[in-house]
């Protein structure tokens, strides 16, 4: 089965400190791989995606995450913390089905950051 | 701002009736995504549309249907609405069908009663 696992429900940082927000995958292939942010009240916003090539993916507001192919494992880093950073972020796969791809998204993961 | 648009942003309506929600996609983008977004069940795929014609199909209930129109504007009906029903419900565009990257409205919140 193809499946994304978010093993946190929440994590909690101080501003400053690093941070990681962890997400495990499965899928048939090559996994393509995917971050978004959800802001209260908002919609899911684009972060950064893994599909082929480096195993470190750098993408907006200064998040990256890290591609492990034998870990199978996609988890998203930031070196400092913002405040602003406070939201939920979701993991994403894109999985491969009979005539076409499905995007499955993680449970989702709370983000906490205090000042 | 995503350029994706939804309307209405709320709706609260009765069991056993029928909505419509309504989504525009970003300038140039052919798919069109569907979400439903709940506490129990988290982001669940519904269905996908490229340039008009169904691409993809998730956890969507016989109930609901939806479509893509020549202007690639999407709609989705909901009917005989139950209260487990109450959700916020998402659309997404790309620019291709292939589901890399995608840009989300700001949903519509449905109340049934």
């Known amino acids: 089965a193809q499946s994304v696992a978010q093993p946190e429900d929440q994590v909690n940082v101080a501003e400053g400190n690093p941070l990681t927000v962890k997400c495990t995958y499965s899928?048939?292939?090559?996994?393509?791989l995917f971050w978004y942010v959800q802001y209260p009240n908002r919609g899911l916003q684009f972060l950064l995606k893994?599909?082929?090539?480096?195993?470190l993916v750098k993408g907006s507001y200064g998040f990256e995450a890290e591609f492990n192919k034998s870990q199978t494992s996609f988890h998203l880093k930031k070196p400092s913390a913002l405040v602003s950073d406070s939201a939920l972020y979701f993991c994403?796969?894109?999985?491969?089905?009979?005539?076409?791809?499905?995007?499955?998204f993680g449970a989702g993961t709370r983000l906490f950051v205090k000042a | 701002d995503s350029g994706v648009t939804q309307t209405p942003k709320h709706l609260i309506t009765a069991t056993g009736q029928r909505v419509t929600l309504r989504c525009s996609p970003r300038s140039g983008d052919l798919s069109v995504y569907w979400y439903q977004q709940s506490l129990d069940q988290g982001l669940q795929f519904l269905i996908q549309y490229y340039n008009g014609e169904e691409r993809a199909k998730g956890n969507i209930l016989e109930r609901f249907s939806a479509q893509q129109f020549p202007d690639l504007h999407s709609e989705l009906n909901l009917s005989s609405l139950e209260l487990g029903d109450s959700a916020l419900y998402f659309c997404?565009?790309?620019?291709?069908?292939?589901?890399?990257?995608?840009?989300f409205g700001p949903g519509t919140r449905l109340t049934v009663t």
């Open positions: 997404a565009s790309s620019v291709g069908r292939e589901a890399y990257e995608q840009y």
């Open positions: 899928v048939s292939g090559n996994p393509y």
């Open positions: 994403a796969v894109r999985g491969v089905y009979t005539g076409g791809f499905k995007t499955i």
């Open positions: 893994y599909i082929t090539g480096d195993n």
